[in-house]
């Protein structure tokens, strides 16, 4: 609690995965009925993939 705000963390360590999945935090206070918050985000997940070969190898000798 921080003064009259109560703060929370999410980690979250989204994977190729969730691309396009919906995120929502919701939060309310019992003693302010019918006043509860929400929002929501759509996850946009951008991945880079690295292949690196050595010549007079194969794909299953690289592979790690």
Not at 6 to 22: K, M, R
Not at 28 to 57: A, D, R, W
Request: glycine residues 8%.
């Amino acid at each position: 609690m921080m003064g009259n705000k109560t703060v929370s963390l999410l980690t979250f360590i989204p994977e190729a995965e969730d691309n396009g999945a919906t995120l929502t935090c919701r939060a309310h206070n019992p003693s302010i009925p019918g006043q509860g918050m929400h929002t929501t985000t759509v996850l946009q997940v951008t991945c880079e993939y690295f292949f690196f070969m050595q010549e007079g190898k194969s794909a299953k000798d690289n592979k790690k």
